[in-house]
């Protein structure tokens, strides 16, 4: 991609309907994707349970 075909492209600064939205939030709430990561909730709740006193950053 050229500077040029960067800059040529415009950006709309404008937000979608909120019917927009709300249908891509239901189309990701009956996705493959998001039940995996529900899934995987457990697991980061136990994780963050067990490092609330580690001093993760020196």
Same mark, same amino acid.
């Given at each position: 991609?050229? &500077?040029? *075909?960067? /800059? %040529?492209? *415009?950006? %709309?600064? $404008?937000?979608k %309907?909120?019917?927009? #939205? ?5 189309? #990701?709430?009956?996705? $493959? *994707? #998001? /039940?995996?990561?529900?899934?995987? #909730?457990? &697991?980061? *709740?136990?994780?963050? &349970? $067990?490092?609330?006193n $580690?001093?993760?950053?020196?």
């Amino acid at each position: 991609m050229t &500077i040029f *075909q960067k /800059t %040529s492209r *415009q950006t %709309s600064l $404008e937000m979608k %309907s909120e019917g927009h #939205y709300k249908k891509a939030a239901k189309t #990701y709430k009956e996705s $493959e *994707q #998001y /039940t995996n990561m529900i899934d995987l #909730y457990p &697991i980061l *709740q136990t994780t963050l &349970i $067990e490092c609330k006193n $580690e001093n993760l950053v020196n």
